[in-house]
């Protein structure tokens, strides 16, 4: 019988008991990186236009530690964005809301091929391993989303989202030592309400949300929520004649609330997403030297094909991309949530499954040739999460204790399929094979990956008051994990016959420096770890809180599921298994509110130290064909953050975040080099890169370089002003926003190159519209308002040949929002 049952008989049995209701929200607090509005998370009678127009004079509530409170109370940094904000900034997915929060990072060249950090730190830019879990938790109404690929989805029917800064382990049910992402849901509500909204814009913008929520019966209510976005490619495809990099996404979620007694809540929920666009494309950048020889080289291979890409200048946003596109993306899942007021606290019961499926076709040669004429991962994953939390309150302190477990399975099988192009492109030309197509034509390599994948928790977290102004606030969690996975790769050539792991002809020999089997099964990672972290407040006034906190924290190990190196046709299977990271955080911070509430400050500083940093390495022993994923020495990220937003009149707002950080390989010596220093054959390990040279090591020592992704300075900013209007006959207000975000130049490489730092740039956004108070909204809006030319990855290509691609930013786009509630 499951404890959410067990909960329900038990309120059933008449204990008296009740269920503990929202905060009443009678101070006024302002807060985060926005003036967010108002909103007691699940709290079901709280109308639509109450969401949509909440005053700023009123406390925003926040359930970062699983209790609802004002976020300037609770001694974690933390950014809360509302509806409100989420619909008048464009922001309907966490790409768009990294905008506004500029510790928070996205990177996506597919939703497979993605990686959510905050502050730099989470997960690699461009690791993608089955076998290895992401620092920074993604929660949907308190359910965990164990794949960043739920991040490239647009957000359905949200009230509010919380970004937690920093490890969040002893609060939440897997451990996370980057922070979280709380994405709060609309409730159902007893009260009839509903909104609808419908965009459009140019490149054939199109996005309709509507919700709708109202009682069944006494005693249970319902609500769905339908949101769908469609859009024109961004670049195109002159081999196809198609504009590729589109957008085609469809949600829907519903929420059933049975309040079965007093006592006791029940919330069943599901929701489905998926993606379909013709996607993803990244496009010719440049080309820079590399240690190859020169006719191994780009332009060399290309002009002995007689091929020349479409355009040289990315912002023409051309490609000529041969093979097939595709990034269907599904998601969805199931979730009960069951809250009980039991004695002086709340057990709530979160029982969940969730699916994900994706189905790509890519081209990874990046070129109109026919080098790599099929590459896809179709991965299926399933999810199931059980999570007990009991929420308690005594005499001068409160707590937090949970238990929660996590099982998944993963199952990926890949094809990558060389074409007539392969032999020139890939064979040295010195040799007489790379004159013969059929030598990697039709080469065809199947991979199978698997993961068994569980853990376990026992968490608390307590909150002892020392009096009115002190709080001292222990946390520890005691984690379980144990991984099995597979990873099997078979290369055929074109007629079927298996390419062995050693010895053959010399055709053969150069089919498996193509393409190079290995397998290895039921590999094993089990391990246990403690985590435990301190945080001291001090509330010297109504208005300051100061806070001091010391983390010590775990990033589960896992396992290498994208292959190992082979030497001598023997796969090297004991490098299979990663070792979990080891964080050490600190942090120092203070929430201030003055002028009579109307303006916040809140300033935050850390310093966080990871061991055994999970990344791909290279050593000149093992790994002469290919780097694997290992652990590195040690990166630090350090760094001060400040968010201030004031509102001088219920007329104007305006907010300004910043973020200095500081971020460094402390130590990494066996990393992979970058291109300019790749492609040559010597071996040995050399220095931090500067100007291409003559040797070409195995591997690289990056200690002291920056670590990538990260901007040394990121700024969001902007603010709205509006006036009383009569339109038609319509009491309401018309107003004009801006919100922009800034950032310095960052590397987008694992090793720093001179070929991949992303130049720094300013987007900035604006709308005009017109509301009321009866739920009307009509504003138009420009997205990237100066047209800035900008990318959001730059990436190395396989092979060394020097060629760099990548994903270049949307152009200015510009289009018209209406919506009404009631």
Request: one cysteine or more; charged letters at 20%.
């Amino acid at each position: 019988m499951s404890v959410t049952l067990a909960m329900l008989l038990a309120a059933q049995s008449g204990a008296p008991v009740a269920v503990p209701q929202p905060p009443q929200q009678s101070t006024p607090v302002v807060v985060g990186e926005r003036i967010a509005p108002a909103t007691t998370p699940g709290d079901p009678d709280r109308s639509e236009e109450q969401v949509q127009r909440s005053s700023a004079a009123s406390d925003v509530v926040v359930t970062a530690r699983r209790r609802a409170e004002s976020a300037q109370n609770v001694p974690i940094p933390i950014s809360v964005v509302g509806v409100k904000e989420l619909d008048a900034t464009g922001s309907f997915n966490v790409q768009r809301l990294q905008q506004l929060q500029p510790t928070l990072q996205f990177y996506s060249t597919n939703p497979r091929n993605s990686s959510i950090n905050i502050r730099g730190l989470g997960a690699p830019l461009g690791l993608t391993n089955d076998g290895i879990e992401q620092g920074v938790g993604i929660y949907i109404d308190q359910v965990y989303l164990s794949r960043v690929a739920a991040a490239t989805l647009d957000f359905l029917d949200v009230q509010q989202i919380e970004t937690l800064r920093g490890p969040q382990g002893t609060l939440y049910g897997k451990n996370t030592v980057a922070g979280a992402i709380n994405i709060t849901s609309k409730a159902p509500s007893f009260t009839p309400q509903g909104r609808a909204e419908v965009s459009v814009g140019n490149l054939e913008f199109k996005q309709a949300k509507a919700s709708v929520s109202g009682p069944l019966t006494d005693n249970v209510a319902i609500r769905l929520g339908l949101s769908t976005t469609s859009r024109r490619g961004t670049v195109y495809n002159v081999a196809s004649g198609d504009n590729v990099n589109a957008q085609d996404n469809l949600g829907i979620r519903t929420a059933i609330l049975w309040k079965a007694t007093d006592d006791l809540n029940l919330t069943l929920s599901g929701d489905y997403s998926r993606q379909n666009p013709d996607c993803c494309a990244q496009i010719f950048v440049r080309v820079g030297a590399t240690q190859r020889p020169l006719n191994r080289q780009f332009d060399a291979l290309a002009a002995a094909q007689g091929y020349e890409p479409p355009s040289r200048n990315p912002f023409d946003r051309l490609t000529d991309l041969d093979a097939t596109l595709s990034a269907r993306n599904e998601l969805g899942g199931l979730s009960l949530r069951g809250e009980y007021r039991l004695g002086e606290g709340t057990l709530t019961s979160i029982t969940a499954y969730r699916f994900w499926d994706w189905l790509p076709a890519n081209d990874r040669d990046f070129t109109g040739l026919p080098i790599t004429t099929l590459s896809q991962n179709p991965t299926r994953q399933d999810q199931y999460t059980q999570e007990f939390r009991y929420a308690g309150e005594g005499r001068g302190f409160d707590y937090v204790l949970g238990l929660f477990g996590f099982y998944q399975t993963i199952d990926t099988t890949g094809t990558q399929r060389q074409g007539p192009a392969a032999s020139a492109w890939l064979i040295n030309p010195s040799n007489p094979l790379s004159r013969d197509p059929s030598v990697l034509d039709g080469l065809t390599a199947a991979n199978d990956i698997s993961l068994k994948n569980f853990s376990g928790a026992l968490f608390g977290k307590l909150n002892w008051k020392l009096g009115e102004d002190v709080t001292l606030s222990p946390g520890v969690r005691l984690n379980y994990d144990d991984k099995t996975g597979s990873y099997i790769s078979v290369v055929r050539d074109a007629q079927g016959n298996l390419v062995p792991g050693t010895g053959g002809t010399a055709r053969q020999a150069a089919q498996r420096d193509a393409i190079q089997p290995q397998e290895f099964r039921d590999q094993k990672f089990r391990e246990w770890n403690v985590s435990y972290d301190l945080t001291a407040s001090y509330k010297p006034s109504r208005d300051v809180l100061l806070y001091a906190t010391y983390a010590h924290s775990f990033k589960s190990g896992g396992l290498n599921l994208n292959g190992v190196p082979v030497v001598n046709g023997v796969v090297q299977t004991q490098l299979a298994q990663v070792d979990p990271e080891k964080v050490d955080h600190f942090e120092l911070g203070a929430k201030t509110q003055f002028w009579d509430r109307k303006v916040t400050l809140n300033v935050t500083g850390f310093w966080t130290e990871i061991s055994d940093y999970q990344a791909v390495v290279n050593n000149s022993s093992t790994s002469t064909l290919r780097g694997y994923l290992a652990n590195a020495g040690k990166v630090r990220v350090r760094g001060v953050e400040a968010d201030f937003s004031v509102r001088p009149s219920d007329r104007l707002t305006f907010y300004t975040n910043g973020a200095f950080t500081d971020h460094r390989y402390v130590d990494f010596r066996n990393a992979p080099c970058p291109p300019e220093l790749s492609g040559g054959g010597s071996g040995g390990t050399i220095g931090a890169p500067g100007a291409p040279g003559t040797n070409s090591p195995v591997a690289c020592d990056i200690s002291g370089q920056w670590l990538p992704g990260i901007s040394k300075f990121a700024f969001s900013y902007g603010g709205e002003y509006n006036l009383p209007a009569d339109v038609f006959g319509q009491t309401g207000e018309a107003y004009a926003g801006v919100d922009a975000n800034s950032r310095t130049k960052f590397s987008s490489n694992a090793s720093r190159s001179i070929y991949t730092d992303v130049a720094g740039y300013t987007l900035v956004n604006a709308r005009l519209g017109f509301r009321t108070d009866s739920g009307v909204n009509v504003f138009g809006w420009v997205r990237n308002l100066f047209d800035a030319e900008y990318y959001e990855v730059l990436a190395t290509t396989p092979g060394n040949t020097g060629l760099i691609a990548g994903n270049v930013g949307d152009p200015r786009t510009y289009g018209l929002t209406v919506g009404f509630g009631f």
